[in-house]
């Protein structure tokens, strides 16, 4: 149980990744996994809570530019698209190499 755990919480921080790579607020990326990965909003919650205390000064930085962000935003639907995408390839690659 214990590798199945570390494996589900490495895949939940590779999607976080995903979700800050495309500028999405904490709030954003929870709805995101809980809509399209079916991720209970309080295991991304505490995930990220982590990545911020590993990586604090990232997370500065993240958000104080957060604000600039939000006129540049996606559509919904490219949104939607981007996630799904990002979810099959994430899934793709843990059934490929399930010990990453």
């Not at 993240?62 to 799904?84: F, G, L």
Request: proline share 2%; glycine share 0%; aromatic share 8%.
């Amino acid at each position: 149980m214990g590798d199945e755990s570390a494996s589900y919480i490495h895949m939940v921080q590779h999607l976080i990744e995903k979700c800050l790579i495309f500028r999405m607020t904490k709030e954003e990326c929870m709805e995101a996994l809980s809509n399209h990965a079916n991720i209970k909003p309080v295991i991304t919650s505490t995930v990220w809570k982590e990545l911020e205390k590993e990586n604090k000064e990232f997370f500065e930085a993240y958000n104080s530019q957060s604000h600039e962000w939000k006129e540049n935003r996606m559509s919904a639907a490219e949104t939607t698209e981007m996630i799904q995408k990002m979810i099959s390839e994430s899934d793709q690659k843990h059934q490929k190499d399930p010990d990453d």
